[in-house]
């Protein structure tokens, strides 16, 4: 436990974040294209390389989170990323989820992840290679009637399961249950799930014996949803709302909150946590790191109110 509160601690380290470079094949491929690149292994080794050998990263990244391909690749001079990471002082880390998959008798458009069988074993291999922490992602969707209970309790409790099994391995889980921002819901509603979502899966946690202190989470910021009317809210709008939201959820004995950007261009991903972490300093009671783990908004250079790929 010792061992993984200290990771935890240097994940969440103050003026630091986590960079999200885990996309699954598919999803890399995407990019590549609109770069005119193939997406083959040795394109897609070169374009992590370009990111893992920046300069001065370490000042800024404390981990990174990689796909299980990435994970084993090395520099194009024959340097495993791990280590040319750990040279700077960045942590290993990896996405253990295998995907979503439609939930059975969810709602419509509900998913659940997978990845839970044989997760032990390969969480054992990852932590060989040099992982130090994992990431799991389920995804939560948002309208009038959505997310139904069984989608909420279902993804809290796959969540925590992972988030046990990681530990027992010796990896930090950091546990990412995405409220997606598609659709034209209001802030408030986006506030009102946050807490419901969050809320299940600390309880899910709680119940599944992980240890708080050894675990991170990964959430989405209180706005409103991409199609609602009115555009991008004000930061410190943003910032009132999730701070609000996780007080109420999140205890203390999580060390950090690491935002996902989840659509958010850059420039609003990057001055919502700027006011986000403004207003905890104002509200007091604010106990945990607040931080990013982006992904799109640190690798994918995109105008404010340009639409989310
Ligand atoms: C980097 O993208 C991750 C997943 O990709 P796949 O969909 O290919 O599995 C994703 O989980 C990411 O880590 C988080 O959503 C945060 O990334 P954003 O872009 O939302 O900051």
Redesign the pocket.
């Known amino acids: 436990m010792a061992d993984l509160a200290t990771v935890a601690a240097a994940l969440s380290a103050p003026g630091k974040g986590l960079l ?9 491929g995407k990019r590549l294209e609109k770069a005119g690149l193939p997406n083959t292994e040795d394109i897609r080794r070169a374009y992590r390389e370009l990111y893992y050998t920046t300069p001065g990263m370490g000042q800024y990244i404390s981990g990174v ?1 990689m ?1 299980k391909e990435t994970l084993l690749q090395s520099t194009a001079d024959g340097r495993r990323f791990v280590d040319v990471l750990a040279e700077q002082g960045i942590l290993a880390g990896i ?1 253990v ?1 295998e ?2 998959a439609p939930l059975p008798d969810g709602g419509d458009g509900e998913t659940y992840t997978r990845g839970l069988e044989g997760l032990e074993a390969a969480c054992r291999e990852y932590v060989a290679a040099g992982a130090k922490f994992a ?1 799991w ?1 389920a995804t939560i969707k948002v309208s009038d009637v959505l997310p139904t209970d069984l989608a909420v309790e279902r993804n809290a409790d796959d969540l925590a399961r992972y988030a046990k099994i990681c530990q027992e391995c010796g990896l930090v889980p950091v546990v ?1 249950p ?1 409220i997606l921002i598609d659709g034209a819901h209001s802030q408030e509603r986006f506030g009102a799930v946050t807490e419901r979502v969050v809320g299940a899966t600390v309880a899910a946690l709680w119940r599944h014996g992980v240890a708080l202190e050894g675990c991170l989470l ?1 959430p ?1 910021m209180v706005i409103p949803g991409a199609e609602a009317e009115g555009g991008p809210l004000p930061p410190g709008q943003v910032a009132r709302a999730t701070v609000a939201a996780l007080r109420r959820v999140v205890p203390p004995a999580i060390p950090g909150i690491m ?6 261009s850059e420039e609003e ?1 990057t001055a919502n946590l700027n006011a986000i972490n403004l207003e905890a300093q104002a509200a007091g009671r604010c106990p945990w790191a607040l931080s ?9 250079r995109r105008a404010r109110g340009a639409p989310a790929s």
């Not at 999200?20 to 890399?28: K, L, R």
């Not at 935002?259 to 958010?264: A, P, V």
């Not at 990013?292 to 994918?300: H, K, P, T, W």
């Open positions: 999200a470079s885990d996309e699954s094949t598919g999803t890399i989170i796909f996405k989820d995907g979503l990431k992602r990412e995405e990964k989405q935002f996902l950007s989840g659509g958010q991903a990013f783990s982006f992904g799109r908004a640190l690798q994918v």
